[in-house]
C-alpha cells in the first residue's frame, strides 16, 4: 500500500511538527471547553429567568452565535476589531492583535452559546419534586441550585456535553485560517509545501483518536457518576 | 452604521452563490443519507458495515479538514483512475465535501427514520403484493422522512454555516466577498458583521420554511396533543 506507506512517512518524518500541533488543538479544546462551560450555566440561568431584562439579552446571545457561522466570529474579532482606533489603542489591545487569545475568545463564547442551551434542557428536565423536595427541606433558592438543581442538571446533561466537546473539537480546526498551527495548520502547511494531502490525512486520523478518546471519557465519566448513586 | 462603499451587491452576489452551494449540498447530501440510512439496514454484512464504518469515520474529522482533504486530494485519485489530468474547481469540491458531511449525518437521521416506520404497515404493504422497491418509495419513504425532518432542518442549518469554509478554497461566496470588500476598503469589521447577519437571515428564515414541510409531510395525521 504505497498511500498508506506515504500517510506513515509523513507523520513520522514530521512527528514534532504534529506533536506541537496536537498541543496547540488540545490547548484551545481545554481552555474553551472550560470557559464556555462557566459561562453557560449563567447563561442557561438567565434564559430561564422570568425578568425580561435577563433573559432577552441571553436568547439573542444564544441565537446571534447559534445563528451564524464560526468562521466569521473568529474574523469579526481578529481582523474586524482593530478597524477601530478605540480598540487599538486600549489596554486589551496586546491580547486581540494576537491569533490565539482571539480564536480562545471566539471558540469560548460559541462553546457558551450551544451549551448553555444544553445546560438550559438539564435544568428543565430535573423533576419538579426535586425542586419542592429542597425548599420543604428548607433551602433557599441559591442553595438548592447549588446543591440539588445543578448537579442533577449536569448529570442529565452530560451524554449532550460530551457531544457538544466532539463538536467543539471539530471547530478549533478553524484556527488554521488565522494563522494558528494546530493540528489542521500542521496539515495545511505541509500540503502546501509537497503538493500532496499526506498531513491532512495524519491530521484527519489524530483528529478520529481524539474524538473517540473523548467519547470514551465521558462514558467512563457517566459511569463513575451512576455508581456514587445508591439504587 | 455599517459602511458598505458599494460593496452590497457584491456580498449580495456571493449570498446567492452561498445559497447555490448551500442547496445543491443538501441534495446530495439528502440522497447520500437516504441511500446511506439503507445501507447501514442492509442484512448483508458487507453493506451494512463498511456504511457504519465509513460514516464514523466522517464524523470524526472536522468539516473543514474533510474540506481541504477532499480539494487537494481527489484531483489525485481521480486522474490515478482515469488515466489523465482531472482538476477540480472550488464549487464542485466545497460541494461534494460538504454533501459528503450532511450526508454521514443525515444517515443517521434517516436509519431513525426507517427503524420508527411501524413494521405492521411494511407486511400489510407485502401482503397488498408490493415489490421491495415499491414498498420503499411508498411507504418506507414518506414515513421515515416525516420523522427525519427535524434532524434535517438542524442539519441544514449546521450546513448553511458550513458554507464559509469553501472561501477558504477562494469560491466568491459571501465570506470571499467579505474579504475581498474588507481589504479593499480596509473596513473588515463593517463587512464581516453585514456577512454574519445575512448568514443569520438565511439561518432564521430555515424555520418557517421547515415548520412548513413538517406541516406538508404530517398532513392527514392525527396528532396526539
Known amino acids: 500500500m504505497a498511500f498508506l506507506d506515504g500517510v506513515a512517512d509523513a507523520?513520522?518524518?514530521?512527528?514534532?511538527?504534529?506533536?506541537?500541533?496536537?498541543?496547540?488543538?488540545?490547548?484551545?479544546?481545554?481552555?474553551s471547553?472550560?470557559?464556555?462551560?462557566?459561562?453557560?450555566?449563567?447563561?442557561?440561568?438567565?434564559?430561564?429567568?422570568?425578568?425580561?431584562?435577563?433573559?432577552?439579552?441571553?436568547?439573542?446571545?444564544?441565537?446571534?452565535?447559534?445563528?451564524?457561522?464560526?468562521?466569521?466570529?473568529?474574523?469579526?474579532?481578529?481582523?474586524?476589531?482593530?478597524?477601530?482606533?478605540?480598540?487599538?489603542?486600549?489596554?486589551?489591545?496586546?491580547?486581540?492583535?494576537?491569533?490565539?487569545?482571539?480564536?480562545?475568545?471566539?471558540?469560548?463564547?460559541?462553546m457558551a452559546a450551544y451549551t448553555?442551551?444544553?445546560?438550559?434542557?438539564?435544568?428543565?428536565?430535573?423533576?419538579?419534586?426535586?425542586?419542592?423536595?429542597?425548599?420543604?427541606?428548607?433551602?433557599?433558592?441559591?442553595?438548592?441550585?447549588?446543591r440539588v438543581i445543578l448537579p442533577r442538571a449536569f448529570r442529565i446533561a452530560l451524554p449532550a456535553l460530551s457531544n457538544e466537546v466532539v463538536l467543539q473539537l471539530k471547530a478549533t480546526s478553524l484556527a488554521s485560517t488565522v494563522t494558528l498551527i494546530d493540528l489542521t495548520g500542521v496539515g495545511r502547511r505541509l500540503a502546501a509545501k509537497t503538493y500532496t494531502a499526506e498531513g491532512l490525512y495524519v491530521a484527519g486520523a489524530v483528529y478520529i483518536v481524539l474524538t473517540f478518546a473523548i467519547a470514551r471519557g465521558f462514558r467512563l465519566l457517566e459511569a463513575r457518576l451512576d455508581g456514587a448513586r445508591t439504587r | 452604521?455599517?459602511?458598505?462603499?458599494?460593496?452590497?451587491?457584491?456580498?449580495?452576489?456571493?449570498?446567492?452563490?452561498?445559497?447555490?452551494?448551500?442547496?445543491?449540498?443538501?441534495?446530495?447530501?439528502?440522497?447520500?443519507?437516504?441511500?446511506?440510512?439503507?445501507?447501514?439496514?442492509?442484512?448483508?454484512?458487507?453493506?451494512?458495515?463498511?456504511?457504519?464504518?465509513?460514516?464514523?469515520?466522517?464524523?470524526?474529522?472536522?468539516?473543514?479538514?474533510?474540506?481541504?482533504?477532499?480539494?487537494?486530494?481527489?484531483?489525485?485519485?481521480?486522474?490515478?483512475?482515469?488515466?489523465?489530468?482531472?482538476?477540480i474547481g472550488p464549487l464542485a469540491g466545497g460541494v461534494l465535501a460538504l454533501s459528503v458531511v450532511f450526508g454521514a449525518y443525515a444517515s443517521e437521521t434517516f436509519r431513525g427514520g426507517f427503524a420508527a416506520v411501524p413494521k405492521g404497515q411494511i407486511e400489510a404493504a407485502r401482503a397488498f403484493g408490493m415489490p421491495r422497491a415499491r414498498i420503499f418509495v411508498r411507504i418506507h419513504l414518506p414515513q421515515a422522512w416525516r420523522y427525519a425532518?427535524?434532524?434535517?432542518?438542524?442539519?441544514?442549518?449546521?450546513?448553511?454555516?458550513?458554507?464559509?469554509?469553501?472561501?477558504?478554497l477562494g469560491l466568491e461566496e459571501i465570506m470571499r466577498k467579505a474579504d475581498i470588500a474588507a481589504q479593499v476598503t480596509k473596513r473588515p469589521f463593517d463587512f464581516y458583521v453585514a456577512a454574519a447577519l445575512i448568514y443569520l437571515a438565511f439561518v432564521l428564515l430555515s424555520g418557517p420554511a421547515f415548520a412548513w414541510a413538517e406541516r406538508r409531510a404530517n398532513r392527514g395525521l392525527a396528532r396526539a396533543a
Do not use: H
Not at chain 2, 157 to 163: G, H
Open chain 1, 11 to 31: 507523520a513520522s518524518r514530521q512527528f514534532p511538527a504534529f506533536l506541537s500541533g496536537l498541543g496547540i488543538t488540545i490547548e484551545l479544546l481545554a481552555v
Open chain 1, 33 to 110: 471547553t472550560a470557559v464556555g462551560l462557566a459561562l453557560a450555566v449563567p447563561i442557561a440561568l438567565a434564559r430561564l429567568s422570568t425578568n425580561p431584562l435577563l433573559s432577552v439579552p441571553a436568547t439573542a446571545y444564544a441565537y446571534l452565535f447559534r445563528g451564524t457561522p464560526l468562521l466569521v466570529q473568529i474574523f469579526i474579532i481578529y481582523y474586524g476589531l482593530p478597524q477601530f482606533d478605540v480598540v487599538r489603542t486600549s489596554a486589551v489591545w496586546p491580547l486581540l492583535r494576537d491569533p490565539l487569545p482571539c480564536a480562545l475568545i471566539a471558540f469560548s463564547l460559541n
Open chain 1, 116 to 146: 448553555g442551551e444544553v445546560v438550559r434542557g438539564g435544568i428543565l428536565a430535573v423533576p419538579a419534586g426535586e425542586r419542592e423536595a429542597a425548599s420543604a427541606v428548607g433551602m433557599n433558592r441559591a442553595l438548592a441550585l447549588r
Open chain 2, 1 to 87: 452604521m455599517l459602511d458598505l462603499s458599494g460593496f452590497g451587491w457584491q456580498l449580495l452576489a456571493g449570498a446567492a452563490v452561498t445559497l447555490e452551494v448551500a442547496f445543491l449540498s443538501l441534495a446530495f447530501g439528502v440522497a447520500l443519507g437516504i441511500a446511506g440510512a439503507a445501507a447501514k439496514l442492509s442484512p448483508l454484512a458487507w453493506i451494512r458495515v463498511p456504511a457504519t464504518l465509513l460514516t464514523n469515520l466522517v464524523r470524526g474529522v472536522p468539516e473543514f479538514l474533510l474540506l481541504l482533504i477532499v480539494y487537494f486530494s481527489l484531483p489525485d485519485i481521480l486522474s490515478g483512475l482515469l488515466g489523465t489530468d482531472v482538476s
Open chain 2, 149 to 168: 425532518l427535524p434532524g434535517i432542518s438542524n442539519l441544514w442549518q449546521t450546513l448553511l454555516k458550513d458554507t464559509s469554509l469553501v472561501s477558504v
